[in-house]
C-alpha cells in the first residue's frame, strides 16, 4: 500500500478547502513563489452544486493561467439565460454586452479538479482528505491549524503552523462558525435547495426552442429559471445529464423526510409549465436528490490580519444571478494580493486585512444587492455598493443590472444604481441592451 505523504507542520500560508475559492487562491499564491499547502477534506473530485458560470469568470481563470484547460475539457458553453418570471418571459444573450467568450454549463466535480489539478501544477501543496478541525490564533504571528489526517484508517490529529490562513471552507464556514461571526440574511428568507439530475432531458436553446440533449454542444443552450408560487426553479444542461433545482420556501417543506422531500421535488418538476416539457423524455438519476436548508447567509468579519475568509466560507446568497463561483474567484484574487504584501511588509498586515475586508464585504454586499433585491439586504453598506457600481465597467453592470430586471428583484438594486449616479446614462442605453421580452416558448 502505498504510503500518504506526511503533511508538513509549518507553511507561509495555509488554505482550508479546495472548491474554487481555495484552489485559485493556492494558485495565486504559488505562482508569486510563496509557500502554500492546502488541505482539502474529501477526496476530489467531488460533487458540488452550481453549474452555471456567467462569462465574468474568464477574467479570474485568465489570471490564473488555468483558461486553456477549461477551454480544452470542452464544457457545455452557454449563450445566456432565458427567466419566465411572474408570467412575463425574457432572453439575455451575453454577446450583445460585449462578451467575446461564452458562459459555461460546467461539471462541478470536473471544473473543481481542473482548478486544484492546476494549484498543484503551480507548485502548491495539496491534500485531500485531510479536514481543518480548527483555528489557534493564541500567537497572532504564527497561527496553527489543527487537522484530521482521513487518509489512512488512523484519523491522526495533527497541526500546522503558519504565518496566514485563508479559509475556503465553503458554507461549512469554518472561522465564522469558530468566531461566531455567521448570520442568516433575514428571517423572512428561509429558503430550502433541493436539486437533482435528470437523464435524457430536452433543454431549451438560445433559439427558444427545445432540443434533444445530444444536440447541447452544437446548438447553445440557455439556462433556464423560472419563478412559481413558493420559490423558483432552474434547468442546466450538461453534457450528459441536466441539472434541476427547486428553490422553496421552507414553509411548504417543513417536517418532510428524505422521501417527502423527494416526492415533493418530482411533483414541483411535473406540475411546471416548460419544466415539464423539457422533462418529457427524461428520467430522474436515482440518489442524485441533494438539498441545502437556510443558505443564504454572511459573515460579520471576514478578514483579520492573520486570516481571510473567501468564496461562501464569508457570504452567500441566493444562487439566482449564478454568482457564486465568479465571486469565490475575485475574492481569491483580492485576499491573496493583501497576503502577498503583507508578506513584504508585516507592519502593514492589520492595514491591508482592512483594506480586503471592505473591498470583500462590497462585494459580497452588491451581490446581495444584486440577488435579495426586493426581499431585503441586511448587513449591507449602501454606500460601498454604490462606489463599485461607479466603478465597475459600463457593459458589465448594464449586464447585471439588465439581469436583475428580469425578476422581480430588482427594485433595491435600481434604487441603489440611482443614488450612484449611474442608472440615468444606462436607462438610454437599456432600449438598446434590455432582455428581449417573449411572448411565449414553444417546447
Ligand atoms: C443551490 C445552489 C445553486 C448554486 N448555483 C450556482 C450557479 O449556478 N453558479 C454559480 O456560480 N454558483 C452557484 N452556487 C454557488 C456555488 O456553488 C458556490 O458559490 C461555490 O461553490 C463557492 O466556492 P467555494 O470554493 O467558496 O466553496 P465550495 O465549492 O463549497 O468548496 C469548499 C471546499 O471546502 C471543503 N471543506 C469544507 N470544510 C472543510 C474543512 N473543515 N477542512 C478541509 N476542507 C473543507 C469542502 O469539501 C469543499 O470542497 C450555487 C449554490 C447553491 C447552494
Not at 452544486?49 to 474568464?58: A, D, K, M, T
Not at 491573496?336 to 508578506?343: G, K, Q
Request: net charge neutral.
Amino acid at each position: 500500500m502505498a504510503t500518504s505523504v506526511e503533511i508538513p507542520a509549518k507553511a507561509d500560508v495555509v488554505v482550508i478547502g479546495g472548491g474554487p475559492a481555495g484552489s485559485s487562491a493556492a494558485t495565486h499564491l504559488a505562482r508569486n513563489g510563496i509557500d502554500v499547502l492546502l488541505l482539502e477534506r474529501q477526496a476530489f473530485p467531488r460533487n458540488q452544486v452550481g453549474e452555471s458560470l456567467i462569462p465574468h469568470f474568464w477574467k479570474f481563470t485568465d489570471l490564473l493561467g488555468v483558461s486553456e484547460k477549461i477551454e480544452t475539457e470542452g464544457f457545455v458553453r452557454k449563450s445566456g439565460g432565458i427567466t419566465a418570471w411572474n408570467g412575463q418571459i425574457h432572453q439575455i444573450t451575453f454577446s450583445r454586452y460585449g462578451y467575446d467568450r461564452p458562459g459555461l454549463h460546467v461539471e462541478r466535480d470536473v471544473f473543481d479538479r481542473i482548478l486544484l489539478d492546476h494549484a498543484r501544477d503551480c507548485g502548491a501543496r495539496v491534500f485531500t482528505e485531510v479536514s481543518a478541525a480548527s483555528v489557534d490564533f493564541g500567537d497572532a504571528q504564527w497561527p496553527v491549524v489543527h487537522y484530521t489526517d482521513k487518509r489512512a484508517a488512523s484519523n491522526a490529529q495533527g497541526a500546522v503552523r503558519c504565518r496566514y490562513v485563508i479559509d475556503a471552507s465553503g458554507h461549512s464556514c469554518l472561522l465564522a462558525s469558530q468566531f461566531g461571526t455567521r448570520r442568516q440574511i433575514s428571517s423572512d428568507l428561509k429558503f430550502l435547495a433541493l436539486w437533482g439530475y435528470f437523464e435524457n432531458s430536452r433543454y431549451l436553446g438560445a433559439d427558444r426552442s427545445s432540443h434533444a440533449p445530444e444536440e447541447c454542444l452544437e446548438i447553445r443552450p440557455v439556462t433556464f429559471v423560472m419563478s412559481y408560487e413558493h420559490g423558483w426553479v432552474w434547468h442546466i444542461m450538461l453534457r450528459e445529464k441536466a441539472s434541476v433545482g427547486v428553490i422553496v420556501h421552507t414553509d411548504r417543506t417543513r417536517g418532510m423526510n428524505k422521501a417527502g422531500r423527494a416526492a415533493f421535488f418530482q411533483q414541483t418538476c411535473n406540475d411546471l409549465p416548460y419544466l415539464r416539457e423539457l422533462l418529457r423524455t427524461a428520467s430522474f438519476i436515482p440518489g442524485s436528490l441533494q438539498f441545502r436548508p437556510d443558505y443564504s447567509y454572511y459573515a460579520t468579519r471576514i478578514c483579520g490580519e492573520n486570516y481571510y475568509c473567501i468564496g461562501d466560507a464569508a457570504a452567500f446568497v441566493d444562487p439566482v444571478f449564478s454568482h457564486g463561483v465568479q465571486n469565490a474567484l475575485y475574492n481569491a484574487a483580492v485576499a491573496t494580493l493583501a497576503i502577498r504584501e503583507s508578506l513584504k511588509n508585516n507592519n502593514l498586515r492589520k492595514r491591508y486585512s482592512q483594506i480586503c475586508e471592505s473591498r470583500m464585504q462590497q462585494f459580497y454586499g452588491f451581490s446581495r444587492a444584486l440577488s435579495l433585491g426586493d426581499f431585503g439586504a441586511n448587513g449591507v453598506d449602501r454606500e460601498l455598493v454604490k462606489t463599485m457600481m461607479k466603478a465597475l465597467p459600463e457593459l458589465e453592470l448594464e449586464l447585471l443590472l439588465v439581469a436583475s430586471a428580469m425578476t422581480n428583484r430588482s427594485e433595491n438594486f435600481k434604487q441603489l444604481a440611482r443614488e450612484a449616479g449611474v442608472w440615468d446614462g444606462f436607462s438610454d442605453r437599456a432600449a438598446i441592451t434590455a432582455p428581449d421580452q417573449i411572448a411565449s416558448l414553444s417546447l
